[in-house]
């Protein structure tokens, strides 16, 4: 309010009026700093028209690194709260996305770089109270903005009356959503980004803009978790080469990257490990980029004359692949899209090891759950060429026709003869034919099925012909991130006292155990069911002085005394003798009959004789009850003496740490 005060009395000055003096100087200057830095910006980002001006690679890297600082600036609580408004009211990610810098082969680090911004401007976190959102709080807030849309349209646009009566699945996607909007005059559409407070009144916004600006409030976004989950664990073709997020062995700062950053601040516990995993993922990624060079290089493709592939070297971390075959696609699971399982077999040939015993033996020594790489190799150079140098190498997979690359992870192994060898068998296998049976990552099959039903040309799975493995010492890659993932799905809980100063925020002495956490420590321990008894806690210290609290040890006693007289009590009361039979009803006597009266039992609803024999051979048919047997004497419980906190077992022996403990063990 201040600042709109005066603003309105600087812009009712005449124009030959003074500035402000100092105070309001320094005043003018915080308050517009960042709005006029962004401005700038987007002056310097319209002037980059063509990519070969040699004039446009200043601009274009000044972008990069302003796009950097915003991401930086993002991820700390303290600067997020004003930058966001400001971004979101200048609307910084739909005038970026529509310059023609993001169209551009050059502009493709700075669009991962507004991948960044935008990932950190909608991150999940409570901007006034810097609390994680749960999932079902940002699912609330989406509909609440498309429930929102569409009462504004039913009240006051009748022509877009099939938007405000479809569900909200129908229209929280760009694909839905889109059509709906073209239909919509220019006039409607403007007034409609209006009331929803997308843009003001007097703001001269293009009508794609403004579309945008719609399409971009209201679309359904995954959240970080699905994102994880849906992502890959072994790297591709794609990533490896990458040198915007992975750079060169030479790499001297002379650009930005698109990386996140460990900070000493973060937003949120699962922002601390989702940066751990990227970080970890692309440094990893890293290492097998270098060991895939390497392998290929050594293993010197070349093509033939009938155009195929053929491997004129040879390595110990790499051999050329005899058969591929697709075992088994799993069915996905109830609520996922990827399949289950994705497990194939890889058959590969020893003998061309030759005499390297070292590297068979290595080969021989696969163990379940080892990564291998599957890569399709179709190599530019001729039978006879040399490659390139490598100073004039413009990309690795183009100089030696790096194709594909896919991860597996090994569960099984088989020799020539066809039988099984697991982990721990001292036997050598037999011959020189191996069957490795893998699982491949499903949401990368995922997403390479989705790529071919979209008309992508060629598949990855017929065309894999060489297979590579690594160090198990350096190979362990998968696990980590698989325990960073599953961390990241589980609902951690941090201590209170912890909490803040993990993320970097609040005062380091409230986590010391004489600053601010003793305060609000209490000094007692139960250590549950570790202690039967007092005598117990004395075997367990030995050397120590254990000292019971009188008051707490007279409580034990009386409650053992009174327990040992109802032991008592029961010992010395008298056996319960057996009760009598009940005295048989006086009944006329008969006359003696010379054979019993036959006897019925039911079967099939009907009644049914029963000889003599059959009652003799199953007497648990008969209709008349057997006699109950005499109750067996209840036997006495043992006593048991309570000298511990909860009498009741499991055992528990609560001991408290301050002077008037029931229980204190002196040194």
């Known amino acids: 309010v201040a600042w709109t005060r005066l603003n309105d009395a ?9 500035r402000p003096s100092c ?35 200043p601009a274009i890297q000044y972008c990069e690194r302003f796009a950097d600082v915003l991401k930086l600036l993002l991820t700390a609580l303290i600067t997020r709260h004003f930058l966001k408004l400001l971004l979101l009211g200048k609307h910084f990610l739909e005038r970026c996305q529509a310059a023609p810098l993001c169209a551009m082969q050059r502009g493709s680090l700075f669009g991962q770089q ?24 940002t699912l609330a807030t ?18 877009l009356k099939p938007l405000a009566l479809g569900h909200i699945s129908a229209t929280e996607t760009r694909k839905d959503l889109g059509p709906h909007l073209d239909a919509a005059p220019d006039e409607v559409l403007r007034a409609l980004a209006v009331r929803l407070r997308l843009m003001g009144p007097r703001d001269a916004l293009e009508r794609p803009l403004v579309k945008e600006l719609i399409l971009s409030y209201h679309e359904r976004r995954l959240s970080q978790l699905d994102i994880i989950n849906r992502m890959p664990l072994y790297p591709t073709e794609t990533l490896l080469w990458d040198f915007n997020l992975l750079p060169r062995d030479y790499y001297q700062g002379e650009q930005s990257l698109a990386l996140p950053s460990i900070n000493l601040q973060f937003l949120t516990f699962p922002d601390y490990l989702l940066r751990n995993f990227t970080l970890f993922r692309l440094e990893t990624t890293h290492e097998i980029r270098e060991d895939i060079e390497d392998a290929v290089r050594r293993m010197s493709p070349r093509r033939d004359v009938s155009g195929k592939t053929i491997f004129t070297g040879s390595a110990s971390m790499a051999l050329p692949m005899r058969d591929f075959r697709l075992i088994n696609v799993g069915r996905p699971k109830v609520g996922e899209l990827r399949p289950s399982e994705v497990a194939v077999e890889v058959t590969v040939d020893l003998a061309q090891l030759g005499r390297n015993q070292g590297a068979r033996f290595q080969w021989d020594n696969l163990r379940t759950h080892d990564v291998i790489f599957l890569l399709t190799i179709a190599s530019p150079i001729h039978i006879g060429d040399r490659p390139p140098p490598r100073s004039q190498e413009k990309s690795f997979p183009e100089a030696f026709g790096v194709v594909y690359v896919r991860g597996a992870e090994v569960y099984e192994f088989e020799d020539e003869t066809g039988k099984v060898w697991l982990d721990g068998i001292d036997r050598a296998p037999e011959g020189s034919i191996r069957k490795l049976r893998c699982r491949m990552d499903a949401n990368q099959y995922q997403t390479d099925t989705e790529a071919m039903l979209g008309g992508a040309t060629g598949s990855p799975y017929q065309s894999f012909n060489l297979v590579m493995r690594r160090r198990p010492k ?8 698989e325990t960073i993932r599953d961390l990241m799905n589980t609902k951690c809980v941090i201590p209170d006292w912890l909490h803040d100063l993990f993320l970097g925020y609040g005062d380091p002495n409230s986590a010391h155990y004489k600053g601010g956490m003793a305060a609000n420590y209490e000094p007692r321990c139960d250590f549950v069911d570790t202690f039967l008894s007092v005598d117990h806690v004395r075997e367990a210290f030995p050397g120590r002085e254990v000292v019971v609290c009188p008051k707490w040890a007279a409580q034990q006693a009386q409650a053992n005394a009174a327990q040992e007289a109802l032991y008592a009590a029961i010992k010395a009361a008298p056996a319960s003798a057996p009760a009598p039979a009940p005295a ?10 010379a054979k019993k009266e036959p006897k019925v039992r039911l079967e099939g609803g009907q009644e049914v004789e029963v000889e003599e024999d059959e009652e003799d051979e199953d007497p648990k048919m008969s209709l008349e009850a057997p006699a109950a047997p005499a109750a067996a004497p209840a036997p006495c419980a043992a006593p048991r003496l309570v000298d511990v906190a909860n009498p009741s077992p499991p055992y528990k022996l609560d001991i408290p740490l301050d002077d008037a403990a029931p229980i204190t063990v002196i040194p």
């Open 584 to 593: 048989a009803k006086s009944e006329p006597q008969e006359a003696p009959r």
């Open 10 to 18: 600087i812009a009712a000055l005449p124009a030959d009026h003074p």
């Open 142 to 159: 989406h509909y609440e903005r498309i429930q929102a849309l569409q009462k504004i349209v039913f009240q006051s646009y009748p022509d």
């Open 474 to 481: 350096e190979n362990n890659f998968k696990a980590v991130l």
């Open 23 to 57: 105070p309001d100087e320094d005043l003018l200057f915080q308050r517009s700093f960042f709005p006029d830095l962004i401005e700038e910006f987007f002056a310097i980002l319209g002037t980059i028209q063509s990519e070969e001006d040699p004039a446009a690679l």
């Open 114 to 137: 507004l991948g960044l911004v935008k990932h950190y401007l909608h991150f999940e976190v409570d901007d006034r109270t810097g609390q994680p959102l749960t999932e079902e709080e």
